[in-house]
């Protein structure tokens, strides 16, 4: 039933495709008001890479990004591009890519803790829930799965697009288009309705070709559509409703799906990569690729025919290059997999600014914004030989030197500490540990989990060394300062470890560990870790090309994270949200005619009190940063010194959010209100902003002294 259905549907697509590619794009794009100064910006191509790097990790082997000269010398010659931006806490892929996509963080989106989160349930055991679900859905908790500060599904990000009547594409970004199925078909479609009935009994298929379908069809595209754009005036597209969105949000359609984007924007055929093979999965069918992990000709190939057929605005995510996009396994820097890998990445990127170039999409007319999720800490030992450098003399890795070392945490405890506490995990290089029951933070249980954990040890089969395996704990206090606590309390994990950056860690079947190797092993198929808080994980890069944009080169003079994205790009298109944001704009990356007309005047008073707010609000900031430390002392100290701490930190809490809301409040209406920050203002929150920085510092230290 399902197949005939579509049949009718792309009869009606084909003709209204080629009626829509005859009257050109310029028809979609007149409606588009997007509102740069002297209207310059008329595309956005927004590029989220996973795990790509600036910096090297070997310094005889060239970086991701100098080993693909096509991308780099685009943002170098272009625009800005800085190694000085940082990701949010937990470090990894989804929580990374919604803060820059709202730029909030994870306590105003939901989704703190990547890639999955758990919840307390009713009596006390643990769930977990996929972290990548499309916006409206529903998590495992049975809040709104992007749950906002009000208990409700926080503002998309499309929407200040959409309203301007421009329409905005998505390949495999997070959560602006389907992540799962049948989850967010259920979601979207409804329980019961055709879609869903077809996509459930495909799903129950005994062919595997034919259980891929619904992956293939529905997942990982879309389109959101502007209020009356020809792109959605057909029969492939849905309403797109928003019922939690400030200010309303109705009438707006949308198209789900390569089944219902590819015959709009293509109506001449299946989509193709920049190559010319046809984007499709392993069994050859049309759509969405490899379980969201697309190649870059694959996604730039996509997003290309998206902005030919005349949508405004593109979100894209790349694969990293790290792991073996052809096979089984993992790379080590300069190894020729790897080198190959990011050859082909960097031609794809030529291909991609040639083709745009071709169809009149340039730096001149077009805002450009690429960045990595997240910056992943290689594990594995020195290569062979020693001067290697990838590219002309490939370097090779010893069996057993090349690898996350995995660790089967509760089995561990179990072994050294005779701690046999029931809990779970979210597995990553910082686990964060939901003790069944959901004991109080001064509970026994907890205090006891809390200090045999910092005990932990394993000899590095790598290295032969002794190991500490705990670097960094978070309570559930550290955890709120920190931007990880939602507003579902069912969602706080009991802790938090921020562990040794050569491990992973999991939880397992079995009792204590007969040797250390059943406990502690290194996994060859991946090598690049995740999640914690070292800064070769959470300092990244950013790069912004386009009108507006200086042509500052590499530039590292400024602090920035994720959360910093999203309101310089609305504010360089002119646009605003309906929320204040947890970032502010780069004004220092702004030309002067392209400020907005609230900063301009007073640039150095807003740029002066933003510097301090981020180093006051953001996660890895000089403050969050510092209260990790002390948070660490205290949970690994006496009750007394813990009981102390719970009191200071509710204070220090308590007063860096008002700060916070003050000031980012006065940015933010500099920025999108035309109200420049008062200078009076901007001196007496930054110095009380300072004041308060020292005062956990101070902490810090005490911190320090009761762990070493």
Not at 181 to 191: E, L, Q, R, S, W
Request: hydrophobic share 40%; glycine share 10%.
């Amino acid at each position: 039933m399902r197949r005939t259905r579509s049949k009718i549907r792309m009869a009606v697509g084909l003709a209204f495709g080629v009626a829509l590619l005859t009257m050109g794009s310029q028809s979609a794009s007149a409606a588009c008001r997007l509102n740069s100064p002297g209207g310059q910006i008329k595309h956005v191509v927004n590029i989220v890479f996973d795990n790509v790097h600036l910096r090297r990790d070997n310094p005889n082997v060239p970086s991701d990004l100098e080993q693909m000269p096509n991308l780099l010398n685009f943002l170098q010659n272009n625009g800005t591009i800085s190694g000085n931006h940082h990701t949010p806490l937990i470090s990894h892929t989804a929580h990374d890519i919604v803060t820059a996509l709202t730029g909030v963080y994870g306590d105003r989106n939901g989704i703190p803790v990547s890639n999955s989160y758990g919840f307390f349930k009713a009596d006390g055991s643990v769930g977990f829930s996929s972290s990548f679900l499309y916006w409206t859905a529903a998590g495992g908790d049975g809040k709104p799965q992007m749950l906002d500060e009000r208990g409700k599904t926080a503002p998309a990000p499309w929407v200040p697009f959409t309203r301007a009547g421009c329409d905005v594409g998505a390949f495999s970004v997070a959560n602006i288009e389907f992540e799962r199925v049948p989850d967010d078909v259920t979601t979207f479609y409804g329980a019961g309705s055709p879609t869903d009935v077809a996509v459930r009994q495909q799903l129950a298929s005994s062919s595997a070709a034919v259980r891929q379908q619904p992956t293939t069809d529905y997942l990982g595209i879309a389109v959101h559509c502007g209020l009356n754009s020809p792109l959605c005036n057909n029969g492939f597209a849905a309403n797109d409703p928003l019922p939690d969105e400030p200010g309303g949000y109705t009438g707006f359609k949308g198209l789900f799906g390569n089944i219902n984007v590819q015959p709009v924007i293509s109506p001449s055929g299946a989509i193709k990569d920049l190559d010319g093979n046809v984007i499709a999965d392993q069994f050859g069918r049309p759509g969405f690729p490899n379980a969201f992990s697309p190649l870059a000709t694959q996604s730039l190939g996509y997003a290309a025919t998206m902005l030919e057929a005349g949508v405004q605005v593109i979100y894209v995510y790349i694969a990293d290059a790290h792991d073996n996009r052809f096979g089984s396994g993992t790379f080590g820097p300069g190894e020729a997999g790897y080198v190959a890998q990011l050859k082909a990445y960097d031609t794809a990127f030529g291909k991609f600014f040639a083709r745009l170039a071709a169809d009149g999409i340039t730096k001149e007319n077009t805002l450009f914004t690429v960045t990595p999720d997240e910056n992943d800490h290689f594990v594995g030992g020195a290569p062979t030989p020693a001067n290697c450098d990838g590219v002309n003399i490939p370097c090779t890795y010893a069996a057993g030197q090349k690898g996350e070392i995995n660790v089967t945490l509760n089995r561990l405890l179990l072994t050294q500490r005779a701690n046999a506490t029931t809990f779970s995990v979210h597995s990553d290089d910082a686990p964060t540990i939901y003790i069944n029951g959901n004991p109080a933070p001064a509970d026994t249980v907890v205090r006891t989990m809390e200090h045999d954990l910092d005990t932990l040890v394993a000899t590095n089969p790598m290295t032969g060394a002794t190991d500490k395996l705990s670097s960094l704990q978070a309570d559930q206090a550290e955890m709120k300062l920190l931007h990880m606590v939602t507003s579902s309390a069912a969602r706080t994990p009991t802790l938090t470890m921020f562990g040794n950056e050569n491990y992973f860690f999991a939880t397992g079947s079995g009792g204590a560990c007969a040797t250390q190797s059943d406990c502690v092993f290194v996994g060859p198929n991946f090598a690049w870790n995740h999640g914690d808080y070292q800064k070769d994980i959470t300092r990244t890069w950013v790069a912004m090309v386009g009108p507006g944009v200086r042509q500052l080169g590499r530039h590292d003079s400024d602090f920035t994270d994720h959360a910093d994205i999203r309101p310089t790009l609305i504010a360089l298109v002119g646009l605003a949200d309906d929320y204040v944001s947890e970032g502010r704009v780069i004004a220092e990356w702004i030309q002067d005619r392209a400020l907005p007309q609230g900063i301009r005047g007073r640039t150095e008073a807003f740029t002066e009190l933003a510097e301090v707010y981020k180093q006051l609000n953001a996660p890895v900031g000089q403050l969050g940063r510092a209260s990790l430390v002390w948070s660490n002392g205290a949970v690994t100290g006496t009750d007394k010194s813990y009981a102390r701490y719970l009191k200071r930190i509710a204070d220090v809490t308590a007063r860096r959010d008002s700060l916070a809301a003050a000031i980012k409040t006065a940015l933010n209406d500099a920025a999108f209100r035309n109200r420049p920050v008062d200078l009076g203002t901007a001196i007496n929150l930054g110095v009380r902003a300072r004041i308060l920085i020292e005062e956990v510092k101070a902490e810090a230290t005490i911190g320090r002294a009761f762990t070493n």
